[in-house]
C-alpha cells in the first residue's frame, strides 16, 4: 500500500509542480547532493522522453546554457530557447557531426535515464540495457570534455560491476545513487561519474 501512496505524491507533485514526469524530483536530488551541472552548461540528455530531465537541467543552466535531448520517440517541443531536441536512435548516433551541428567542441555534461522497454524476461532486460549502456559510454567518450560529469540510470543486475568497472576507467570518481523519488521496489540506481579522464 506504501509504494502506492509514494507513487501518487511525486505524480501529484509533479503535475502540480508543472514536471512532465517524476524523474525531475530524481535529477533534483542528485544534483543537490553532487553539482555536476552549473550555469552555462552544455548538457547532452540521453533517452529525454517525455522531458522532465530537460526541464530540470534547462533552469539550471539558464539562457547561456545549452540543453540538446535525443531520444527515440518524438518529444514536445519546449518553449525555452536552450533546448534543442533530436529524434533519432542513440545506437547509430554520430557524436561528432551533432557536436558541429550545435557548434560545440564537447559537451560539459552528459546525462542519461534511457532504459529499453522491458519484455519481463531477466536475461533479455539485462542484455539490452547493457548494450544501450555501451551506445551511451561511446558517446561519453567521444563527446564529453576532459574534466566532464556524466549521469546515468542503471539497475541491479549482473551487469552492474561491469559498468562500474568500465566508468571507472573514464572518470576520476564514480558514485552509486538512489534518489528517494525512485519507487522503493525499482532496482534502478544512477552512476554519478566525475571528472573525466
Known amino acids: ?3 502506492f501512496v509514494v507513487k501518487d505524491a511525486y505524480f501529484k507533485r509533479a503535475k502540480s509542480d508543472g514536471f512532465r514526469a517524476r524523474s525531475a524530483y530524481k535529477l533534483k536530488e542528485i544534483v543537490e547532493k553532487y553539482p555536476i ?5 552544455k548538457v547532452l540528455d540521453i533517452g529525454c522522453a517525455p522531458g522532465s530531465f530537460i526541464q530540470v537541467i ?3 543552466v539558464g ?10 520517440l518524438p ?4 518553449p525555452s530557447c536552450n ?3 533530436i529524434t533519432h536512435d ?3 548516433i554520430d557524436i561528432k557531426v551533432l557536436l558541429l551541428e550545435h557548434s560545440i567542441e564537447y559537451f560539459d555534461v552528459i546525462t542519461s535515464d534511457i532504459s529499453p522497454n522491458l519484455s519481463g524476461i531477466r536475461e533479455v532486460d539485462n542484455r539490452n540495457f547493457y548494450d544501450l549502456f555501451l551506445s551511451v559510454v561511446n558517446i561519453i567518450k567521444d563527446g564529453l570534455k576532459e574534466g566532464g560529469f556524466a549521469l546515468i540510470k542503471a539497475f541491479y543486475s549482473e551487469s552492474l560491476k561491469d559498468m562500474e568497472n568500465e566508468l571507472k576507467s573514464l572518470f576520476k570518481g564514480v558514485r552509486l545513487f538512489k534518489p528517494s523519488a525512485s519507487r522503493s521496489v525499482s532496482s534502478e540506481i544512477y552512476f554519478v ?3 573525466k579522464k
Open 90 to 92: 542513440i545506437r547509430d
Open 193 to 195: 561519474c566525475m571528472y
Open 83 to 85: 533546448v534543442k531536441l
Open 1 to 3: 500500500m506504501g509504494r
Open 75 to 78: 518529444v514536445k517541443p519546449f
Open 63 to 72: 539562457e547561456r546554457g545549452l540543453v540538446v535531448g535525443i531520444d527515440i
Open 58 to 60: 534547462s533552469s539550471i
Open 37 to 41: 551541472i552549473k550555469k552555462g552548461d
